[in-house]
């Protein structure tokens, strides 16, 4: 599993949002460390693939 590390300014704003909110973020990004999609990820359009 690939380390989450956060830029502090994005850090500052994610503390920000609601406990739940957090913790659905926090499931999404463990799933994307481990190199699957997590059921609530979206992909960017108009970037290309592999963003």
Known sequence: ???ISWI???QKDF???P???R???IRALKI???GQKADIAKPMKGLG???
Request: hydrophobic fraction near 50%; aromatic fraction near 4%; charged fraction near 30%.
């Open 19 to 21: 406990l739940e909110a």
């Open 15 to 17: 503390e920000k949002f």
């Open 32 to 34: 994307a460390a481990q």
């Open 23 to 25: 913790q659905k973020m």
């Open 1 to 3: 599993m690939r380390v």
């Open 8 to 10: 502090k300014a994005a």
């Open 49 to 51: 693939s592999g963003v």
